[in-house]
C-alpha cells in the first residue's frame, strides 16, 4: 500500500507540476468489447490532420510518446494518443477472449470512428512503431478507407519472419564480441543458440533471454546514451508511462504468445499486397528488435504504387530512432504529411 501511495503522489505532483503533463486538449475514453480506451487528442486541431499513434510494446501506453519530438508535430497537426486493451491505463474489465489481434483491430477502428464523431477530421494519418506496427498492418488489412497515409516505424509485421532475422543480430554481435575476446562470459554460447531457436515458434523463456541480449548488443538504442531511462522517461515522457509498467505491461504479450490464433494472426508479411494507401517506411539501421530486413520486406511487398511508399533508414539508429535522431525522423514525417494531406 506504501508503495502505491508513493507512485500516486508521484503521479500527482508530475501531473500538476509540469505543464506537458496538464491535460490540455480532448481527453475521452472509448468504450469496446469491455475495454474503456483513454484518448488523448492534442495539439493542432484546426489543421484537420490528425496522426493517430499506434503504441508499441503491445503494453506500452500511447501517452508515454507524447515528447518534445511529437510536441513539434502538435504545432501542426493534431496527435492523437490512446491506450489499447489490457495496456497502459485502459481501464474496464476485458474478458481473456478479448485479447486478439481481431479484437485489437475493432478496437483501433472504434477509436477512429470516434475521432471522427468528435472532431472535423479531413486527413488521418496512423503511426505504427513496433507492435504498433502490427497492429497498424492488421487495421489497414480491412480499414484503409478515409487513412490518407500510413507511417510504419520498426514496425514487426510478421513475428516469425522477424524472429529469424532478431536472432540472427545477436548472434552476428556475439561472434565480434568473442572474436575479440570481449565479455566472453557474456556471449559465450550465444551464436550457437540463436542458431538453434530459429524456425522455431517464440516462446516467453527464449523471447526474454532474446531481449536481455539484444538489449546488451544495443539493438534498442544504437548509442546508449540515447536512452531516456527510467528516472528521464518520468520526467521527460509522461507518468502514464510508469503505470503501465506497474501495472498492465506484459498481459498482452503472454497472451498472443500462447494462443495459436492470435499468434498465426501475427504473420502477415503476404498479406501487405492489400495494402494500397500512400506509406512511408522509417527504420534504424542498426535495430535488432525488429531488424532493417524487416525494412526491405515491407517496402518490396506493400502494394502501394511505388511512386506513393517511401523508404527511409536512419543510418545513426537501432530502435528508437525519434529519440536517436530527431530531426531527421520529424523531417521524414512532415514531408509525408505535408504531401497526402
Not at 490540455?24 to 468504450?31: A, L, Q, S
Request: glycine share 8%; net charge negative.
Amino acid at each position: 500500500m506504501r508503495t502505491l501511495a508513493t507512485v500516486a503522489l508521484l503521479l500527482a505532483a508530475l501531473l500538476t507540476g509540469c505543464g506537458r503533463f496538464q491535460t490540455e486538449g480532448d481527453f475521452f475514453f472509448v468504450r469496446s468489447a469491455g475495454a474503456d480506451l483513454p484518448v488523448w487528442v492534442r495539439g493542432n486541431t484546426d489543421s484537420g490532420v490528425f496522426m493517430v499513434v499506434l503504441a508499441g510494446g503491445p503494453g506500452n501506453s500511447s501517452m508515454s510518446y507524447l515528447s518534445p519530438v511529437t510536441e513539434s508535430l502538435e504545432e501542426k497537426y493534431a496527435v492523437v494518443y490512446w491506450d489499447q486493451r489490457a495496456t497502459g491505463v485502459a481501464q474496464g474489465n476485458p474478458t481473456p477472449e478479448t485479447i486478439s489481434l481481431a479484437q485489437f483491430v475493432a478496437d483501433t477502428h472504434a477509436v477512429i470512428s470516434t475521432l471522427r464523431q468528435r472532431h472535423d477530421v479531413q486527413k488521418l494519418f496512423l503511426l505504427g512503431p513496433s507492435w504498433g506496427g502490427t497492429l497498424g498492418t492488421a487495421y489497414l488489412l480491412e480499414h484503409q478507407e478515409g487513412v490518407a497515409g500510413w507511417i510504419d516505424l520498426d514496425g514487426n509485421h510478421d513475428w516469425q519472419k522477424n524472429w529469424d532475422f532478431a536472432l540472427d543480430y545477436v548472434k552476428v554481435h556475439a561472434e565480434r564480441k568473442l572474436a575479440a575476446g570481449e565479455e566472453v562470459d557474456t556471449w559465450r554460447g550465444v551464436p550457437e543458440w540463436a542458431e538453434s531457436m530459429k524456425g522455431t515458434r517464440i516462446i516467453s523463456d527464449n523471447l526474454w533471454k532474446w531481449q536481455r541480449l539484444c538489449t546488451k548488443a544495443g539493438g534498442y538504442f544504437h548509442e546508449p546514451s540515447n536512452s531516456p531511462g527510467l528516472g528521464a522517461e518520468l520526467l521527460l515522457f509522461s507518468p502514464f508511462s510508469f503505470g503501465a509498467m506497474l501495472t498492465n505491461n506484459g498481459i498482452v504479450l503472454e497472451k498472443l504468445l500462447s494462443d495459436d490464433a492470435f499468434y498465426d494472426a501475427l504473420q502477415m508479411s503476404s498479406k501487405l499486397s492489400r495494402i494500397t494507401i500512400p506509406s512511408l517506411v522509417l527504420w534504424g539501421r542498426h535495430d535488432g528488435a525488429v531488424p532493417v530486413a524487416m525494412a526491405h520486406d515491407a517496402y518490396d511487398n506493400l502494394g502501394t504504387p511505388p511512386e506513393h511508399k517511401f523508404l527511409v533508414i536512419f543510418e545513426k539508429s537501432a530502435h528508437m530512432a525519434p529519440f536517436e535522431e530527431p530531426e531527421a525522423f520529424l523531417t521524414a514525417v512532415t514531408q509525408f504529411i505535408e504531401k497526402y494531406r
